[in-house]
């Protein structure tokens, strides 16, 4: 077993917490969180935070929990009032969980599944605007990029909810890429917690995140955003 992968125990205790999603229950099996759960995705992260700050040129300055998302769930405008997520998630960039860009990746890892997302997930209106403005000059790379077989075959295809009209200085361009209505530009690949236990996360997230390059820095060109 890879010395980064998380054992079959972190995810057991998310299949058992999933049937007794209380706080009680959480407190008295709250040692076996820190050892099972807390601290193996804690040195996870940092050994991510080490290698992506090396494939950037880039010294850490940040902490492991700089970038990971609390285990609790925001439940004040929610229906579920269950206080415990059921999974460890993080971001991992230069600046952690306030990445808001395509400057570094987020994953998460569960039993249900774990999954890897990079892109452009939240951009403000001026930022979409670039990112369509920089696909109408460009979109014979836009399109190249989505077609290589190594980024089709991992991401499928570039994600993002739609508008259903587009500004009107694109009304009248003809075969523009259909992502040009997209307000988000985002790609995921899903895996099995096995690919978790049995292989090195370390290396099958910078893997993803290098086969996600050309869309980074497609992205981060047309958003002045530093890759």
Request: aromatic fraction near 12%.
């Amino acid at each position: 077993m890879p010395e980064s992968s998380l054992k079959p125990d972190f995810f057991e205790f998310f299949i058992e917490l999933s049937a007794n999603n209380r706080k009680s229950w959480f407190d008295e099996n709250r040692s076996r969180y820190e050892q099972d759960v807390k601290k193996p995705f804690e040195m996870l992260v940092a050994d991510l935070l080490s290698a992506f700050a090396k494939h950037q040129n880039a010294e850490v300055a940040i902490r492991p929990g700089d970038c990971i998302f609390r285990i609790n769930r925001d439940i004040r405008f929610s229906k579920d009032k269950t206080p415990y997520k059921l999974n460890r998630s993080a971001v991992i960039s230069l600046v952690g969980k306030k990445s808001l860009g395509p400057d570094g990746f987020y994953f998460e890892a569960g039993p249900e599944q774990c999954a890897f997302y990079a892109g452009f997930y939240m951009p403000e209106k001026e930022q979409r605007l670039q990112i369509r403005r920089h696909i109408a000059c460009n979109p014979e790379i836009w399109e190249k990029i989505k077609a290589e077989k190594g980024f089709k075959n991992t991401f499928g295809q570039i994600l993002g909810e739609k508008q259903k009209r587009i500004p009107a200085e694109y009304t009248s361009v003809k075969k523009l890429p259909e992502e040009i209505y997209n307000t988000q530009f985002y790609i995921q690949h899903l895996m099995e917690p096995e690919v978790f236990i049995e292989q090195d996360p370390l290396k099958v997230l910078m893997n993803l995140w290098n086969t996600a390059q050309k869309l980074i820095k497609f992205l981060s060109d047309a958003t002045r955003v530093q890759d």
